[in-house]
């Protein structure tokens, strides 16, 4: 997997130890062939006045979901909760704790952020009741797409989340789409094997530099997706790997011609495959029109979100990603994400302004888990 230069900055970094490495005169490794260090952030509810937990709660773990009691009302924060998160360079791991509380990502919340980041979370303890329909208990493991709705009904819990960037989810598995809310049993063996690892490289983490956590990652991600692949009733939804290689890079043409026309005919001509071909690749997605109709409106979202390009107008964005009629365009990204280009715009406008109102330079509480994960999402 391709390294990302990471900074420290933002958490702690604990002392690794280095081993044999070169030593000058004095007996200290020079600083230049240090090799990088794990990059630690944290937040402890105990290390928070009581009237600012909730906030602060909310701020760090609401990087990844909008957090609320059973009834709707703000969580609470009577025992304490925590999450830490460790930056292995392609992918962050995390361990969280807390009482019992929803996770929610809602569709409006979807419209209104871009966090590509699959999660495989290990649950040592607690459990709860997944999308309202299924429980989950100590021991098992589940996997979770930030771009689709998701409840989880958490009861006190802990777990151990690894994330993984959209542009390696097919690392996990080729057929990761499928996979989204989906529980994994702790009763399979081979859920407590990766459970027992993942717990593994928790403990191990602090005593890593980046160059063997990425190591450990490769193989971590390599257990995940052998899983996957080979498990009983879940083997028959992957694609051969010979299918998957052919699918990621139709997957890749198609995100850099989203401005074109793209038809099965020309992906196939292209591709120098049969129709048949392309269609069993994007039966998953409903039809290779579902696809790029979804890809389109979601590159739409991306733009009309970017402080940079607030002055393009509307027609422009929606000529952007391919499509010919604006009318055409807000039809369908209404019907798509529940609001007009327009009213997207203008939140994100109004979202910005009130975090640059909310910025202090000295904290009351840590909020580095939140910058270190949306670092990792954006690449």
Not at 253 to 278: G, M, T, W
Request: net charge positive; glycine share 8%; charged share 25%.
């Amino acid at each position: 997997m391709k390294k990302r230069q990471r900074s420290a900055a933002g958490g702690s970094s604990p002392a690794n130890d280095v081993g044999s490495a070169p030593t000058d005169s004095t007996g200290k490794r020079p600083d230049s062939e240090m090799p990088p260090t794990i990059a630690l952030a944290s937040f402890h509810s105990n290390e928070v006045e009581q009237d600012l937990r909730y906030d602060a709660w909310r701020e760090n773990m609401g990087v990844l979901f909008d957090v609320a009691s059973r009834d709707g009302a703000s969580a609470a924060v009577n025992k304490p909760a925590s999450i830490i998160t460790a930056d292995l360079g392609d992918t962050v791991l995390a361990q969280a704790c807390a009482e019992s509380q929803d996770f929610i990502r809602d569709q409006k919340r979807l419209a209104g952020e871009e966090l590509g980041l699959i999660l495989v979370q290990y649950f040592p303890h607690g459990g709860g009741i997944l999308c309202d329909r299924e429980h989950l208990v100590a021991g098992d493991m589940l996997i979770i797409d930030t771009e689709k709705p998701f409840k989880l009904a958490a009861t006190d819990y802990e777990n151990l989340t690894l994330m993984v960037p959209h542009d390696l989810r097919a690392s996990i598995s080729p057929m990761i789409d499928r996979l989204h809310g989906r529980r994994l049993p702790g009763s399979n063996p081979m859920v407590n094997i990766l459970g027992e690892h993942l717990q593994s490289l928790w403990r191990n983490v602090t005593g890593m530099n980046m160059a063997q956590a990425g190591r450990a990652v490769q193989g971590t991600i390599g257990l995940i997706h052998g899983y996957l692949a080979n498990e009983k009733g879940l083997a028959a939804e992957l694609e051969p790997a010979v299918g998957q290689a052919l699918a990621l890079a139709v997957r890749r043409y198609i995100e850099q011609h989203l401005e074109k026309p793209l038809k099965i005919d020309d992906l196939a001509r292209h591709f120098r495959v049969s129709r048949s071909q392309i269609y069993r690749l994007f039966e998953q997605h409903d039809g290779v029109a579902s696809y790029v109709w979804e890809r389109r409106l979601r590159r739409s979202r991306r733009l009309l979100m970017t402080p940079s390009l607030q002055h393009l107008s509307i027609g422009a964005v929606a000529f952007e990603v391919g499509f010919t009629s604006h009318a055409h365009f807000s039809r369908a990204f209404r019907s798509r994400f529940g609001l007009t280009p327009s009213q997207l715009r203008a939140a994100a406008v109004e979202r910005k302004s009130g975090q640059a109102e909310r910025a202090s330079p000295i904290r009351q509480y840590p909020v580095q888990v939140p910058d270190m994960v949306r670092q990792l999402a954006a690449g």
